[in-house]
T-cell receptor
Framework: EDQVTQSPEALRLQEGESSSLNCSYTVSGLRGLFWYRQDPGKGPEFLFTLYSAGEEKEKERLKATLTKKESFLHITAPKPEDSATYLCAVQVHDYKLSFGAGTTVTVRA | GAVVSQHPSWVICKSGTSVKIECRSLDFQATTMFWYRQFPKQSLMLMAT?????????EQGVEKDKFLINHASLTLSTLTVTSAHPEDSSFYIC??????????????FGPGTRLTVT
């Protein structure tokens, strides 16, 4: 059975304190790994899709990397507006996404 | 990025009534859309896959007669919660698959619909 595990469950950072979120997965036939940001009461906002091990993508203070077993979302010098829940999802053969439980990031000024 | 809209953003209905939620892809055509529900402090749970011009595919445990899905065009899918009960109260979110070049794709989410059944 496909499994997606995110850690830590919650992360409290000081503004400017860089950190990383982890998404480990156990799936057969990964077609893509997705990262989303979700603010309370809103739908997930697309951040990145990674398709193969070794791939990296960046957007502002965020950088996502992918290996054969896990993905990291690095947050460099975070600001309070980076506070959100970050969701990781994997997609296998049938285009459906399986989501992890998410990591809630709180950045204090 | 591509934009997906949902309407309404929130709705309150009485127990026993039906509620329709619309999901639209605004700047791309989506042959496949997905419907999710999310309970407080939990992640998204896939309910069904909506395919344009054909019947929806429901996940195990989701009642297809209760959650009616129609995908009549390449930009519109609707979810109707029939005979709603308080336990159906939840945050419903749709997503749409945007096909990219090279057989790759990305999936974008709508802003969600908060349903409260009294």
């Amino acid at each position: 059975e496909d499994q997606v595990t995110q850690s830590p469950e919650a992360l409290r950072l000081q503004e400017g304190e860089s950190s990383s979120l982890n998404c480990s997965y156990t799936v057969s036939g990964l077609r893509g790994l997705f990262w989303y940001r979700q603010d309370p009461g809103k739908g997930p906002e697309f951040l990145f899709t990674l398709y193969s091990a070794g791939e990296e993508k960046e957007k502002e203070r965020l950088k996502a990397t992918l290996t054969k077993k896990e993905s990291f979302l690095h947050i460099t010098a975070p600001k309070p507006e980076d506070s959100a829940t970050y969701l990781c999802a994997v997609q296998v053969h049938d285009y459906k996404l399986s989501f992890g439980a998410g990591t809630t990031v709180t950045v204090r000024a | 990025g591509a934009v997906v809209s949902q309407h309404p953003s929130w709705v309150i209905c009485k127990s026993g009534t039906s509620v329709k939620i619309e999901c639209r892809s605004l700047d791309f055509q989506a042959t496949t859309m997905f419907w999710y529900r999310q309970f407080p402090k939990q992640s998204l749970m896939l309910m069904a896959t909506s395919n344009e011009g054909s019947k929806a595919t429901y996940e195990q445990g989701v009642e297809k007669d209760k959650f009616l899905i129609n995908h009549a065009s390449l930009t519109l899918s609707t979810l109707t919660v029939t005979s709603a009960h308080p336990e159906d109260s939840s945050f419903y979110i749709c997503s749409a698959r945007d096909q990219l070049a090279g057989g790759l794709y990305e999936q974008y989410f709508g802003p969600g619909t908060r349903l409260t059944v009294t």
